[in-house]
DNA sequence: CCGGGAACTGGAAGCGGTTCCAGTCCCGTT
DNA sequence: AACGGGACTGGAACCGCTTCCAGTTCCCGG
């Protein structure tokens, strides 16, 4: 806290009459703006310095009508959500983005009524410059927020039954398919699947991707196991599926937590990996490379998109009319399958 | 974006015009201040309600001098250090905590000389009510923006070399030390250690908290394997530690990610988990339970130790003036030891 | 019926910037 | 020497809310 000096910040004000100018001079100078001669100008930017004035970015909000800061609301009925290393990915990749165009990252976690009452307000009382939006489920209060806010709106994955005006998603229907053909392309034809949460787009859309490529091949695909994306819930799934149809000999699993969990009951089933279950995760967290055995899976750029959520958030702040994104998988072969 | 209505947000001014009452009394409503009488409360809330009015939290913070924020800065040479779901548990912590202060999280990865510049920015221009600091190296720029700011900063850990007023932190040197002295009390003998960097207040205690066991059981500790808190350095490691040591029989990891890559590392030379070596992580992170063998290792209260360093920023915020706090850590014994 | 204090009220002064706009200045032209 | 125009300048009006303070109003005991 403060030591010495009880010496308030100095104020443009200071600045101006320290540097024998006008405020809006100094204002000008500072944002290097036009209209400022070099004299000036100079003198300004020594008085700044000798001051060590930084203007005051609330001030400046203020009258700009511009915050500076954007907010990445992570939705989900449970603050743990957010312990899925997949979001730490995405902020890396967003708060990156935002450096560049010199915005300040807020994060919301709308896990409670609490909390996304306070998005709301964020929302509507013009808290930050614009919102990313991700995890919404089906019927998500959130989307319908976002609908009405007057500020712009970037998803991350696209909402359950509509599609937005502005979103970032991977492809998460191909990279399932593709995961689902490796599988079968390995000789596996009892190929089942554990599916994500199917009151989210991403659920849905792996499930149809896994849907898709077995009868593509001409097999029955088998009903989805739902689980909850973590893994423990897998590694529960993982026992369902083993007990209603004991004789798969193929998995895909619709993220790595879930992938990790399955691999872990067929370990404690004694049911070898991938000898007689292959299995097939998707993400590739840092925890696909770690597993054992290290986990075939379908990797998504999840940084990339955090970058590119940002980015598009950046361009609609600045008034462009940026183009929704779908970000390429990529299958990545390692030993589980 | 806008759909219709390209009318502005209403302001207190309207509020207080169709209320029938003026700004002030409207303001005091709304903040449920007294001096307001009954009748006028109602009809300004009324009107609230009826326009959808939400305050402009802009105004309000340049108005208040409080900005409504607290800051979140990770330190790093690098982005991806935030990828450790470490962080991403703090902040589910922090997080919850802030909410009950009506606080919004600002999130700051100070990971470029761009980076630092921001916070340091931030913290000068009074662009947040606090700060919470994490994982700062020896002679990390931050700690001397921090000293220099006039405005609450909590710790979260302790830096390297000082001690600063306020700050949580787990037990380090006690939960490694216990981590120690549980592979001696097993009978092992030649027990190293993979310490994390040494640049990090973490590091250095957890690294002491090895030595003192090893000195309590009047054995010589090993020198130790300096590796930098991630998977791959972890399995680096470990696999010079079996170069030069090729005889360890017990090994405490300084966070659980160094543990999983020894155990991988261990793995691949054929030295099986605990039979002839034994390993503790540090950490307790999801990864833990799902190592094979699920890791043995010291847990820290990661949530809770955003949770207190969040309560303590507000505590600060409010003009109080808190203690600092030590959590306290706890062996979970599992396999892998 | 009056005096006095408590409860309310609203005008006005900020908070610290940005920006519009009406002038000034300074030059090169005519 | 008067003139037109572009570069500068600074006064003043916001941005939207909080809060101080000088009044008013209201109510109650005397």
Redesign the pocket.
């Known amino acids: 806290m403060a030591e010495g000096a009880p010496r308030?910040?100095?104020?443009?004000?200071e600045v101006a009459e320290r540097a024998?100018?006008?405020?809006?001079?100094a204002?000008?100078a500072?944002?290097n703006?036009?209209?400022?001669?070099?004299?000036?100008r100079e003198a300004v930017q020594r008085v700044v310095r000798q001051l060590g004035?930084?203007?005051?970015p609330?001030?400046?909000a203020?009258?700009?009508?511009q915050t500076g800061a954007a907010a990445l609301v992570v939705s989900g009925e449970d603050p743990s959500i957010f312990a899925d290393p997949f979001f730490a990915q995405v902020i890396v990749g967003a708060s990156a983005a935002l450096e560049e165009a010199d915005l300040h990252l807020m994060l919301c976690l709308a896990a409670s009524d609490r909390g996304r009452e306070r998005v709301a307000e964020l929302l509507r009382g013009k808290g930050a410059d614009g919102v990313m939006l991700m995890a919404l489920r089906e019927n998500d209060p959130l989307a319908a927020l976002a609908e009405q806010a007057e500020m712009p709106v970037v998803f991350g994955g696209r909402p359950v039954g509509s599609t937005p005006r502005w979103y970032v998603d991977a492809d998460n229907a191909g990279g399932a398919r593709e995961a689902t053909e490796y599988l079968l392309s390995r000789g596996r034809r009892r190929v089942a699947t554990l599916c994500g949460r199917l009151d989210t787009e991403a659920g849905r859309a792996r499930y149809r991707g896994y849907r898709d490529a077995m009868l593509g091949a001409g097999i029955d695909p088998l009903p989805p196991v739902e689980a909850d994306f973590t893994e423990a819930g897998g590694a529960a799934a993982m026992a369902a599926l083993l007990a209603g149809h004991g004789d798969v000999d193929g998995v895909f699993a619709a993220n790595d937590n879930m992938a990790v969990g399955a691999l872990r009951t067929l370990r404690e089933a004694g049911r070898p990996v991938p000898a007689e279950v292959a299995v097939v995760g998707f993400d590739d967290l840092a925890v696909a490379r770690v597993a054992d055995p290290p986990l075939t899976t379908v990797r998504q750029p999840i940084t990339a998109l955090g970058r590119e959520m940002a980015r598009m958030l950046v361009a609609l702040v600045g008034g462009q009319d940026p183009t929704p994104l779908i970000l390429p998988t990529r299958l990545v072969v390692r030993a589980s399958a």
Chains 1, 2 share one sequence.
């Open positions: 308030r910040q100095p104020t443009l004000d024998g100018v006008s405020r809006s001079v204002s000008r500072l944002n703006a036009p209209h400022v001669s070099r004299a000036k004035y930084v203007p005051n609330t001030a400046r203020l009258a700009t009508r």
